[in-house]
């Protein structure tokens, strides 16, 4: 059964249920977004292979089925590939590999009218030091956006860092007002040492363009589970987003059970 909550009518910048969007892996992503009325995060390009030759116009019929069943056009955000991209890599062969399948994901964006696309870091934080990340992936994405449309948005989202420090440093090198990060909420919250998730929002502050939230117990344990099923303390981290960041940041639910977020998220009036 797929819930469709009642909505709240409440006024300022809490009220995110229009810059909302549901992950399509989730279970009953697709009915949930529809019932609601919600924007479409795609996940179909996140894994390269649906990228090859061979399956590009499977790809793209999935996607258009996708949009087409939940009426959410104008509202469609798109998830870069993930699997061995590394910006900050020693071997310049295998970063120009990732830069070209990366490239083969935005066209598919640009095409569908996408105009955010959500890529990860890349980052081993065992592997490179700081420095070199900084530096290395600051020319990569500003390779990577220098030939994007001009309504075209870049968000880049943290996975295993535990600092926001480096991520800022890259946005400002980056200095392009299309890209972005995105917070990922659940992330931070799992590697969480010197940081709480409301230390990451109020440190990157209005360079956070996008939010992924989730739940978790923390302890490196990346659960991916409904809003208020862990230990993240979420009203603190919106009062911290109101506080930091602008009044038009967007957010992705990426819990498995979509539903149970839609519903937490309902209960506190954030929608």
């Known amino acids: 059964m797929v819930i469709m909550v009642e909505l709240s009518g409440k006024v300022g910048f809490m009220n995110i249920r229009e810059r909302l969007y549901i992950a399509t892996y989730a279970t009953n992503s697709l009915d949930v977004i529809r019932s609601n009325g919600l924007g479409m995060e795609s996940n179909h390009v996140c894994i390269t292979e649906y990228l090859n030759k061979e399956n590009i116009d499977e790809t793209y019929r999935e996607i258009n089925k996708d949009v087409k069943h939940c009426g959410c056009k104008e509202k469609l955000i798109i998830h870069g590939p993930f699997t061995e991209i590394i910006p900050m890599g020693i071997d310049k062969r295998i970063v120009m590999t990732g830069m070209d399948r990366l490239n083969e994901a935005a066209d598919v964006g640009i095409k569908i009218g996408a105009k955010k696309m959500v890529v990860h870091t890349g980052?081993?934080?065992?592997?490179?030091?700081?420095?070199?990340?900084?530096?290395?992936?600051?020319?990569?994405?500003?390779?990577?956006?220098?030939?994007?449309?001009?309504?075209f948005e870049l968000v880049i989202e943290n996975v295993f860092e535990n600092s926001p420090k480096a991520l800022k440093e890259i946005i400002?090198?980056?200095?392009?007002?299309?890209?972005?990060?995105?917070?990922?909420?659940?992330?931070?919250?799992a590697v969480e040492k010197q940081y709480s998730a409301q230390d990451w929002v109020s440190y990157l502050g209005n360079r956070i363009k996008h939010f992924h939230i989730h739940d978790n117990i923390g302890g490196g344990k990346d659960l991916h589970g409904p809003m208020g099923s862990g230990t993240i303390d979420y009203v603190s981290v919106f009062k911290s987003i109101g506080k930091n960041c602008s009044d038009d940041v967007t957010f992705t639910i990426e819990s498995m059970n979509c539903e149970d977020s839609v519903r937490w998220l309902a209960e506190k009036e954030y929608i």
């Open 172 to 189: 400002d090198n980056i200095d392009d007002p299309r890209v972005g990060i995105c917070l990922d909420v659940g992330h931070a919250h």
């Open 123 to 151: 980052l081993i934080p065992q592997m490179y030091f700081d420095e070199w990340h900084i530096e290395k992936s600051s020319i990569f994405w500003s390779e990577f956006i220098s030939n994007k449309p001009k309504d």
